[in-house]
């Protein structure tokens, strides 16, 4: 079953769980251990380094209130892949950022799958979407309202 995965998956974050061990429990099972990987916590340049040299960011979350992990990758230019559980799921989807979907496994399965079917053009095209979204609604250097009352002149 695992040469039908076509790409890499890495999980980030902390997998010393009980949700951490049926993930690996299922890879195993599913003989996905040489395409699926759990890096732990990830900060600085490592975890700039995985963004850099990520597809999209997936984060098949059941109740986010501001998933600063999604902003971040918008900013990388990564597509977002969520669910509408998601605060910011609306931006993401007006600037066509990324899918979204419903908040059970079926539905998430078929936006990774809809999104690995694209052609690179239009993985591309996501991509300045996702740096788009990110630059006029998420860069603080972008927002005027933003400086301290101290930095005022």
């Known amino acids: 079953m695992g040469n039908k995965f076509k790409s890499n998956l890495v999980f980030a974050g902390d997998y010393n ?3 951490g061990e049926e993930l ?3 890879v195993t099972k599913l003989d996905l251990q040489e395409k699926v990987f759990f890096l732990g916590h990830l900060i600085n340049e490592i975890k700039g380094g995985v963004l850099i040299n990520s597809k ?3 984060l098949c979350s ?3 209130n501001f998933g600063i ?3 971040e990758s918008l900013g ?3 597509p977002v892949l969520t669910t509408y559980k998601v605060n910011i799921f609306k931006k993401i989807l007006a600037y066509k950022a990324g899918y979204i979907a419903n908040d059970n496994a079926k539905s998430f399965c078929r936006i990774i799958n809809k999104f690995e079917n694209l052609s690179l053009r239009q993985k591309r095209l996501m991509s300045k979407n996702a740096r788009n979204c990110f630059k006029e609604n998420f860069n603080l250097l972008n927002k005027k309202d933003f400086i301290p009352d101290f930095e005022k002149k």
């Open 62 to 64: 059941h109740d986010e």
């Open 76 to 78: 990388y230019g990564k």
């Open 56 to 58: 999209a960011m997936l």
């Open 24 to 26: 690996k429990k299922l």
């Open 69 to 71: 992990s999604l902003v």
């Open 17 to 19: 769980n009980s949700t």
